[in-house]
């Protein structure tokens, strides 16, 4: 069985690639309400054994990557569309693509970012995104 490799993930602003991502971590939480009551009493004891029902899922990323160029606006304008969509809480997309074409389309906003860049080197961010949405990529549909 072959390993599943990381592939084309890239982030979108209003449909338009500015950025590729190099490091993708998600991470997923569950809340839970108690609702235990009197009668989940341990049989034989006074205790009562907890019961919790989940309520809400929360979904997050940890990306990294690189700022790649507008095709609209040129040189640079990627980076500033990143930076710009992530300082106002814009809704952006990250396209989470394994190698065989199978993945997922997260929308969402940043909750935190980064950036940096030196001379000689590809201009380069990092931030958490709060994913509202998840929907299934699946080739050829």
Same mark, same amino acid.
């Given at each position: 069985?072959?390993? $599943?490799?990381?592939?084309?993930? =890239? *982030?979108?602003? !209003?449909d338009e690639v500015v950025a #590729?991502?190099?490091?993708?971590?998600?991470?997923?939480?569950?809340?839970?309400?108690?609702?235990?009551?009197?009668?989940? $009493?341990?049989?034989?004891?006074? =205790? *009562?054994?907890? !019961?919790?029902?989940?309520?809400? #899922?929360?979904?997050?990323?940890?990306?990294?990557?690189?700022?790649?160029?507008?095709?609209?606006?040129?040189?640079?304008?990627?980076?500033?569309?990143?930076?710009?969509?992530?300082?106002?809480?814009?809704?952006v997309s990250i396209k989470h693509?394994?190698?065989?074409?199978?993945?997922?389309?997260?929308?969402?906003?940043?909750?935190?970012?980064?950036?940096?860049?030196?001379?000689?080197?590809?201009?380069?961010?990092?931030?958490s995104f709060r994913v509202n949405?998840?929907?299934?990529?699946?080739?050829?549909?």
């Amino acid at each position: 069985m072959d390993e $599943v490799k990381f592939a084309e993930t =890239i *982030l979108e602003v !209003q449909d338009e690639v500015v950025a #590729k991502i190099t490091s993708f971590n998600r991470n997923v939480t569950i809340s839970e309400e108690d609702v235990t009551g009197a009668e989940d $009493v341990i049989p034989g004891s006074d =205790i *009562l054994h907890s !019961q919790f029902v989940s309520i809400a #899922k929360g979904e997050t990323a940890a990306v990294a990557g690189i700022a790649i160029e507008s095709a609209v606006a040129g040189l640079d304008a990627g980076q500033s569309e990143l930076k710009d969509a992530a300082e106002t809480g814009e809704i952006v997309s990250i396209k989470h693509t394994k190698a065989n074409g199978y993945g997922n389309n997260m929308t969402g906003f940043f909750t935190s970012y980064e950036e940096t860049g030196s001379v000689g080197s590809v201009y380069k961010f990092s931030g958490s995104f709060r994913v509202n949405t998840n929907v299934p990529i699946v080739p050829g549909s």
